[in-house]
């Protein structure tokens, strides 16, 4: 169980930076009823919100990785997962998601916007930046997306894949127990994984099928906030 709880305890830190690059600013916003961010403020914002968001899909990425290991692999486990994978996997992951952070914000600056700008949202997220330039952003949506589907859904096809090596390996067992406890060691993982990626993807496609400022606020606070919440609950009981 050391590498499931190494990358965990990743997983907790990342989990507090995330809500910690907007919460505390939300509750300032609450208690003196100013709604006022700076410029610097707003990329600061954005450039946090972006690595930990990522960071949190690598992880989550990883884990499933673990769980294929421990299930589809038992005996060569502790050999696959040593500590030196473990923390090079992090450290990628790590690295990639500075990169990637640092590169949107450093385009998000190029950008010209008025001097004073209504965001309709909580917190100044990419998207909502993108949209409110001034200047041309066509080489901003193209790094976005880009960045989207390489850094979201290439560790959203590896969790899929994990899974589905895990299934085929589940299905093979034959006892009843056995299959429960293959199952029950990934169930936390999976809860967790459909719990981010359902409150990311759908909220936010319906909110892109409306067009509601409402909805994309809905879905930020169920990706920022209530995902990260639960991720210690789920695990905690679990454990």
């Known amino acids: 169980h050391e590498p499931m709880y190494y990358l965990l305890s990743n997983l907790s830190l990342v989990d507090i930076c995330f809500t910690s690059t907007t919460i505390p600013k939300v509750l300032v916003n609450i208690h003196t009823q100013s709604k006022v961010i700076t410029y610097e403020g707003c990329i600061t914002q954005i450039y946090f919100l972006i690595l930990f968001a990522v960071l949190d899909v690598l992880i989550l990425t990883v884990m499933a990785y673990d ?11 502790t050999v696959i997962m040593n ?53 041309d952003t066509f080489l901003n949506n193209m ?18 894949y994990s899974y589905s090596k895990i299934v085929s390996c589940i299905r093979g067992i034959s006892s009843a127990q056995g299959k429960y406890k293959a199952f029950s060691s990934c169930a936390s993982h999976l809860s967790v994984v459909t719990l981010f990626f359902c409150t990311m993807l759908g909220v936010y496609l319906s909110s892109a099928a409306t067009h509601s400022t409402r909805s994309s606020a809905t879905a930020s606070v169920m990706y920022t906030v209530v995902t990260p919440m639960l991720n210690p609950i789920v695990y905690s009981m679990r454990t």
Not at 146 to 160: C, E, K, M, S, Y
């Open 83 to 135: 500590p030196q994978l473990c923390g090079l996997l992090l450290l990628v992951s790590w690295i990639m998601c500075i990169l990637n952070s640092l590169l949107q914000s450093l385009m998000a600056l190029r950008l010209s916007f008025c001097t004073n700008l209504e965001i309709p949202h909580f917190l100044c997220e990419l998207n909502q930046m993108v949209q409110l330039a001034r200047s």
């Open 67 to 77: 769980r294929y290991v421990a299930i589809c692999h038992p005996l060569h486990y």
């Open 143 to 160: 790094v976005m997306y880009f960045a989207a589907l390489l850094l979201g859904g290439g560790p959203f096809a590896g969790i899929l």
